[in-house]
């Protein structure tokens, strides 16, 4: 089949065929969220994207590299449709994403607060490295050492991953200065334009074990930013299908068992 017809396939088709089906031109993509801090809303940026992006009729896999388990415990309860796979060491990491990516349109891979070996492992594995960091000028500035290693994998690989930085747990009054945007230049990091506000319902949506668009009306403000921040680091899937899933939308959250 030729590469110009593929793109034409509207994703409906595609996402129909099973994953072994699917003919190679299509974009596979493994996806990490790249910040050695702790604390910064990886995981929470995971869970919600995976989710998302089966949501939109992708074939995803959510890959948990970090020991505490957060995002692949959430994932269980939230979405449990979703495949979701514990890599427990750089070699699990180096070895099993390829393998992954062909069973997927999508890999989304969380990665760990502090292990240096396992984040290298999965900027060395990955496509597109999201990287998010709190909004202020001294985490901003500390981008250098917790992207160090995005260097180093892109020195060795001439090139990928590409990486956007995703400002997270910004407060309300907050602008962009041009200061951050220098500073996240400087590293050869594009900051994206949508923000992660700070905002109760993304700190609650775990013990709900849910995501924030099925959380209600308080969840408005989140559930548009979050789709934006989507749309904008991933604009093909967002063109590829417009209707969004509104009857599951409304699907109340769950109660986590006590
Ligand atoms: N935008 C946000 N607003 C409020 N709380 C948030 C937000 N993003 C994450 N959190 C909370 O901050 C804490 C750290 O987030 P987490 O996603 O676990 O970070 P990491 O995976 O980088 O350690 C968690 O308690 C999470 O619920
Ligand atoms: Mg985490």
């Known amino acids: 089949m030729k590469a110009g017809k593929l793109d034409c396939w509207p994703s409906y088709r595609l996402a129909c065929l099973p994953s072994s089906e699917k003919p190679d031109i299509v974009r596979r993509m493994i996806i990490v969220m790249a910040n050695s801090k702790g604390g910064v809303g990886k995981s929470t940026l995971a869970v919600?994207?995976?989710?998302?992006?089966h949501e939109q009729?992708?074939?995803?896999?959510?890959?948990?590299?970090?020991?505490?388990?957060?995002?692949?415990?959430?994932?269980?309860e939230a979405a449990p449709e979703i495949k979701t796979v514990r890599l427990n060491g750089p070699d699990d990491i180096l070895n099993k994403p390829p393998r992954l990516g062909r069973e997927a349109d999508y890999v989304v891979a969380d990665g760990p607060g502090s292990n240096n070996e396992m984040s290298r492992a999965l900027l060395l594995k990955g496509d597109l490295a999201i990287v998010p960091c709190?909004?202020?000028?001294?985490?901003?500035?500390?981008?250098?050492?917790?992207?160090?290693?995005?260097?180093?994998?892109?020195?060795i690989r001439g090139g990928p991953p590409k990486a956007k930085v995703v400002l997270s747990m910004v407060g309300k009054n907050y602008r962009l200065t041009q200061d951050m945007k220098d500073a996240a230049k400087a590293l050869r990091l594009s900051l994206v334009d949508t923000p992660m506000t700070l905002r109760q319902v993304y700190a609650d949506a775990p013990g709900q074990a849910?995501?924030?668009?099925?959380?209600g009306i308080r969840a408005k403000d989140a559930t548009k930013e979050?789709?934006?921040?989507?749309?904008?680091?991933l604009p093909d899937v967002a063109s590829r299908k417009s209707a969004?899933?509104?009857?599951?939308?409304q699907a109340p959250a769950k109660k986590r068992r006590a």
């Open 134 to 155: 709190k909004a202020s000028m001294l985490e901003v500035r500390a981008l250098s050492q917790a992207t160090a290693l995005l260097k180093q994998a892109r020195d």
């Open 48 to 53: 919600h994207l995976v989710t998302w992006l």
């Open 244 to 249: 969004t899933h509104a009857g599951e939308r």
């Open 57 to 76: 009729g992708q074939t995803v896999i959510l890959a948990d590299c970090d020991a505490q388990r957060s995002s692949s415990d959430w994932i269980k």
């Open 210 to 215: 849910t995501v924030v668009w099925r959380m």
């Open 226 to 233: 979050i789709e934006r921040l989507f749309r904008e680091l």
